[in-house]
């Protein structure tokens, strides 16, 4: 019940429209992917930095027990600008590979070179279906604890 390695389910084709299509979607995906690489690039410098000016702002304090948690935040942000830098990072890095073998795999008129730019796309997708399920799990879980505490208060 094998089909030949060579015969297509379907015999899916790309006419001129569907190639016009996929190079104008390679030129935006391009712009969209260098556009998250700096955007990746301003929030590591914003989150190497936030340290720094937090402490510094704080220093002025007198009271001890002020200064420690202002930077503890700074550090706590600068942190989480490094990690949401890394959640750019990868899609743009997806987006990026889809776009050069596209138009690569039209210029040589290679249809393995085809497949993984699609194979960057599926990634793309992929991993911003998993941190929109990540997202969303964490919404459910703050709208969850805000009814918890919302009944703990109204005991009281």
Partial sequence: ???????????????QNSINYLN???RWSRFLSILGFIYC????????FLGSVMSR???GINNSDAAVPA??????????????????FFPSLFL?????KLRKAFRGNDQPVL?????????FFKFYGIVAIIGLSIYA????????????????
């Fill in 1 to 15: 019940m094998e089909q030949p390695a060579n015969a297509n389910l379907f015999d899916l084709q790309l006419d």
């Fill in 24 to 26: 104008e979607a390679a």
């Fill in 41 to 48: 690039g301003l929030l590591v410098i914003a989150g190497l």
């Fill in 57 to 59: 702002m704080m220093s």
């Fill in 71 to 88: 930077m503890m935040g700074g550090g706590f942000f600068g942190f989480f600008f490094i990690c949401g830098s890394l959640i750019i």
């Fill in 96 to 100: 990026f590979n889809f776009s050069s």
């Fill in 115 to 123: 497949a993984e730019s699609f194979r960057n796309l599926k990634s």
């Fill in 141 to 156: 879980l703050a709208i969850v604890a805000a009814i918890i505490g919302a009944m703990v208060a109204s005991r009281h």
